[in-house]
């Protein structure tokens, strides 16, 4: 689980992108999280990605 995010600062009213890459090359559910901490009034958030990786032969049946 990789994170990229601008290092500038984010000033009071901006906002900005954090963009998490998964290696997908294990088949199977996951559950990630990462950590945002910052010097905001909430100094500390968890953020949390699920997903579940298929295989590219794996034909979905309706």
Do not use: C, D, H
């Amino acid at each position: 689980t990789v994170p990229y995010y601008s290092k500038a600062a984010i000033l009071p009213g901006e906002s900005s992108m954090i963009n998490i890459k998964y290696a997908t090359n294990r088949i199977g559910k996951f559950s990630k999280s990462i950590t945002i901490i910052s010097n905001a009034s909430e100094p500390q958030k968890r953020l949390r990605i699920k997903g579940n990786v298929i295989s590219k032969n794996t034909v979905a049946v309706k």
